[in-house]
């Protein structure tokens, strides 16, 4: 109406470059917004010609806080549209993964400078509906996004060596007629999943040639059934990698592009990179199919679950050796209302990708948050200070770390004494982690604060950690000292200083060790919180600060150190540490001030 009002005459369909996000205003309005990081998407447009008139009385209907800016089109054009200012999304809905959503456009001239502005009205069409599996105990996904930028078919080890004859399991005794019988439902699956775009991951349990990678009770359960890993067999050596055995039937032969994971143990996230490569592609939802029901696909469907995984298990897209572990495996599935998931059909599956029509096919959105409290902050910065170059920091995806601000490492009669260390040096830090934690807390950012410590019975303290050092009795971690045991969990000296004290709602994680990602649940944490960005600081910078960032830069987190707000007992490793992260082009991540920062 508002379009036909102002005369505006439609052009064309188009779609942006893939810089934007979508939200709804009020859930009347489309908001579209520019991003500086690599979450954007391409959106769906109508561009309309409109009078100058026409384009101000449109303006003054819509929500303050939208203006006209700059639009890049796929093909690289650019044009006049509207878009959200960052605050005006606070609190609203985000729908850039329903990709039919027409946002908003415009388009001066169309190659002639006296035509008039143009402008284009945002209109819902063609809005995927949630679809479901008709799954068992409960319609499946759970909030019926499946989607082919959210949904991933694994199909797990449909090798020679558990599918042929010949293979480990022919050799076992078992009828390989069973593990056989997943192949015919599985290829409709696979062929439904290819047709409509899918991602598909393939996985092959093996070992190394030279069985470094095979554990030693692993081995000789399989010597005791007279079919060791290893040894010489009809299909090559079995279970090892580079062998006829151990590759995948034909029938299911992965195609250019899908992935395959090897994996030394039953479970396919163990050892492997399966977890990141589901995560850098936005899944949520896996379907699970392969053999066997009871053991490899069993494992990494509770695996999946407590990872946060939407879980699907095909009944006849899966078997055992043995029929009744097969259906006990099954049922196992559906007990509490769905405790690992849900089950279905090869056909149930099929028939949903076939009727879903334009409820398949959204624009890919970015990885979205799994279980947790998303932010709904949703502004983006900028760090042109940055170190190595420019970093767009997006508040509502970003986490500040503050490592380790413990009495015991900043205070006189703490651990970092007894080590022989100046503790006001590292003291020097704190006036700008006070500034840098007060302005994440006024930005609405996530924080999180570590301690290193240990429980009281030190049963995670490797006791080379506990030796190293030769301090001297009563210096010791574990020992009484002036604030109590040292490194400790629970004790005073354990505790952060009052500068920078942890408040209601400040995630703390205790850490054995120095990086933050070991034996702890940060990673699972900050992934439920659609958490991209870490902004990082504490003690030491070239021992706990750097030791993190370097795990977090390999588990795909864009992390910036903020230098001056990290400290040290000795002045010359922060310097060397900082420059580290920064060398080659920010082989670990960014370095910036806090000033800048703030």
Known sequence: KNLLTARAIFQEEALTSPDYRLWTINDRHPGMLKVRDSTGCSIALEVWSVP?????????????????????????????????????????????????????????????????TALVQ???????????????????????????HNTALIIIDMQVDFCG????????????????????????????????????????????????????????????????????????????????????????????????????????????????????????????????????????????????????LLTDGTNATDRGNHEAA???????????????????????????????????AAPAAQNGAKSKVTRTVSLPKAEPYELSLPLGQTCLVMIDFQRDFFLPGGFGHYKGNDVSLLSEC?????????????????????????????????PTKRKRGNCSEGERIGD????????????????????????????????????AFWATEIHAYLQARGVTHLLLAGATTEVCVQTTMREANDRGYECCIVGDATGSYNPVFKKVALEMVVAQGGIVGWQCPTAHVV
């Open 165 to 312: 004859y010949g293979g480990y399991v022919d050799r076992m005794g078992y009828d390989v007629s069973a593990t056989r019988s997943p192949i015919e439902p599985l290829q409709k699956v696979l062929a439904a999943f290819r047709a409509k775009g899918f991602f598909v991951v393939h996985t092959r349990e093996g070992h190394r040639p030279d069985m470094t990678d095979l554990p030693l009770n692993k081995s000789w359960r399989s010597e005791q059934i007279g079919a060791g890993i290893g040894s010489k067999g009809p299909a090559g050596r079995v279970l090892t990698r580079g062998e006829p055995g151990w590759d995948i039937i034909p029938e299911l032969k992965p195609i250019e592009g899908e992935p395959i994971i090897d994996k030394p143990g039953k479970g396919c996230f163990y050892s492997t990179d399966l977890d990141m490569l589901l995560r850098r592609r936005g899944i949520r939802n896996i379907v699970f199919g392969g053999v066997t029901t009871d053991v490899c696909v069993h494992t990494t469907m509770r695996d999946a679950n407590d990872m946060g995984y939407e879980c699907l």
């Open 480 to 515: 009484k000292a002036a604030m109590g045991r040292i490194l400790v969990r629970g004790e005073h000296g354990t505790g952060i200083v009052e500068d920078v004290a942890p408040i209601e709602g400040e995630k703390i994680l205790y850490k054995p060790g120095k990086g």
């Open 52 to 116: 100058d008139k026409g384009l101000i009385g449109i303006l003054q209907k819509e929500p303050a806080g939208l203006s006209i800016g700059n639009v890049t089109l796929s093909d690289g054009r650019q044009m006049l549209g509207v878009l959200a200012e960052p605050y005006l999304t606070m609190g609203q809905r985000e729908i850039t993964e329903y990709g039919g959503w027409r946002a908003y456009i415009a388009s001066p001239a169309f190659g002639n400078p006296n035509t008039p």
């Open 430 to 462: 704190l006036p700008n982690a006070v500034k840098l934690l007060a302005a994440a807390r006024a930005a609405g950012v996530l924080v999180m604060h570590t301690m290193e410590c240990h429980t009281p019975n030190l049963d995670d303290l490797p």
């Open 122 to 148: 945002a209109t819902p069409h063609q809005l995927p509906c949630p679809l479901y599996v008709d799954a068992k105990p409960y319609r499946w996904p759970y909030d019926g996004s499946l989607q082919p």
């Open 330 to 364: 099954c049922k196992m599935v559906t007990m509490q209302g769905g405790v690992f998931g849900s089950l279905a059909t090869a056909a149930d599956v099929v028939a949903t990708l076939e009727t879903a029509n334009n409820s398949i096919g959204a624009t890919p």
